[in-house]
């Protein structure tokens, strides 16, 4: 066992474990924690894949963001009443167990869908010839520019919605 | 205490740790405790990624003077950054009150907000650089201008968007001691207070050493070519040929440049009062954000006509570059000179009593 694998493993374990603790965490600060915690080991599995600027967008946007965000509004929303459970009743629960199944079963028929990993190492050479960053941007803004611009305008109107919604309520 | 006072850090720090540490009623254990670990943190690991010395041939090979040349350079650094703010939001919470709470929530708000003007405020060094790699950018630098000057609009947005994003004075609302009782570290005592002010500072450091790194040359001496040297990829040092009084000299250039910076930031937080924080928040979104993407946009433009006018990246390139930024620099100035910003609180509503009475 080498260095990478025991990286690896490292890795994976805190991530399985973190996530774990994430759903079975009944106060929702720690289970954002938990959550930054397993999306930061996940950026270390990247980087273990030689996908440096995945990774570093990984920490950026999701642990350095979107979670700063996700603890303001839990913050702000849970005061007074921190433990309170999401799900009431026994039908919701019933509901969100038998959603659970279907995304597992959904995650395992994509697993098994997967095409097998190449032999030949196409990654570095691409990595040494192109740098880190260029050897994701080229082809994001060459081949799959369409996509990418249809991305950025859902994204700009889920955000004029968003402004459109906090508008009305002032 | 010592000679004009030098032992007094000493002093102050032996004291904090036998003071007694206190855990506030109610508050959340593991996390009051992390809290000041993990505002500690980035700030020492970010320094792994800046060059500090020109590279020093030893006989066992070429070594280049930065701890860890990542291949994605500087998104490292403003990934790393932006995890400081957990720090401050969950000493904030965990304290279990009132006043430290308010603190850690202005924390998460501000941070979000000028983590954007930030990370913005550097895409003009990766236009003008094609790279994200530290060594590289200082090498260019090297060989050009020092990016201050074609960059000098985005150097004024670097420098206001990371004094927010380290809470320094004039924006230091997450613990505004007037209005917060010193907001997320009130309920702090001890060694645990201190890690907090500690963080502070070695956030500052780090801060300056970017300036000095990004657009100030790094440790590049000024006026001199017998420095100008950079590691090829294959261990080779192309440009000068390294010694080891260069490499100190280095050292101490980029030392004195990050002491500049740090001398900076102190005579901004003594000269300059509080924002209130709705002032904040309308100059992070409402003039930072837009103000950057006007100028990259901009930026764009005149690169595209400096190479369509043949002219390579070089010097001249960069002076052409810099011709411009000036007369942008001028022109944001006085926009936001007209009264809104730069004039102090309230001075619009005086004015508007003082038009009404003269009616």
Redesign the interface.
Known sequence: MDLSQIVFYLFAGVAVASSVLMVTRKNPVYAALYLVLTLFSIAGLFVLLDAHFLAALQVVVYAGAILVLFLFVIMLLNLGHAFEPDIRGRFWWVFAAGLGLVLLAELVAVMRGAPERPEADIVGPLLEARGAVAAVAEPLFQSYVVALEITGILLLVAMVGAVVIAKRKA | MGPWGVLQPIADGLKNFVKEENLPGGA?RW?FYLAPVISMFPAFVVFAVIPFAAPLATPWGTVNMIVAD???GF??I???S??G??GL??AG?SSNSKYP?LG??RA??Q??SY?VAL?LSLVPILMLSG???LPEIVRQQQTTLWYVLPLLVGFLCFAVSYFAETNRLPFDLPEAESELVHGFHTEYSAMKFAIFLLAEYANLITASALMATFFFGGWDIPFWSGDNMAVAADGTVVGATPAWWITMLTAVVFALKTAFFVFVFIWVRWTVPRFRYDQVMALGWKVLIPLVVVYIAVLGVAMLVLSGAGIEFGLAYVGWLAALNVVLFLAVFFWLDRSRVVTGAGWRQVRSYQLQSRR
């Open positions: 959340s996390l990542l291949p994605i998104l490292f403003v990934a790393l932006s995890l703010v957990y939001v969950l919470w709470f850690g929530v998460s708000a941070m979000i983590e990370g790279n994200v790699s």
